[in-house]
């Protein structure tokens, strides 16, 4: 029989176990003079946009797996700020938390990444494309996840 006192510990320690064998994603939120950075996917029956970032690699960091996605999604370097969000990501076949980072741009410039999405012969669905937007204009986007897009515009939304 369990005691009472093992059953919070016994959930968290669960939870921990299975963070460390879930695929893990970062995604960075870029936020300069009210703008804000994202990535445009269109595929063949959607449009939809995305905070930059991917996956995290065997070794990696979660902050050094950010920083190399950024540099290969959008040709920058970043200063990782702060986390803003966590979640679980749950859809068929898919079990994965996604972290996001308040970044700032160190260096580089925005639309010279080469990352493997811009091969022309890659694995992706559809396009992706960089684009640098005002803040106020993401409430008009699919911006996803809507949770962190709702985050970003009762926080930034000001930003000047």
């Known amino acids: 029989m369990v005691s009472k006192e093992w059953g919070p510990l016994h959930n968290i320690l669960i939870n921990e176990l299975l963070n460390d064998f879930m695929q893990k994603r970062v995604r960075g939120i870029l936020i300069n003079k009210g703008m804000i950075v994202l990535i445009k996917r269109v595929k063949k029956h959607e449009t939809y946009y995305v905070f930059p970032g991917g996956g995290v690699e065997k070794g990696e960091s979660l902050k050094g797996s950010l920083k190399r996605e950024l540099k290969e999604e959008l040709g920058i370097e970043a200063n990782i700020k702060k986390l803003l969000f966590k979640r679980r990501f749950d859809k068929p076949g898919i079990d994965q938390i996604e972290y996001f980072y308040l970044c700032e741009i160190i260096g580089g410039v925005i639309g010279t990444g080469d ?46």
Request: hydrophobic share 35%; net charge negative.
């Open 115 to 160: 990352g493997p999405e811009y091969d022309p012969v890659n694995k992706y669905e559809g396009t992706h494309e960089v684009l640098q937007l005002p803040i106020r204009n993401v409430k008009d986007l699919n911006l996803l996840p809507l949770e962190v897009k709702d985050l970003v515009l009762q926080n930034y939304a000001n930003e000047k």
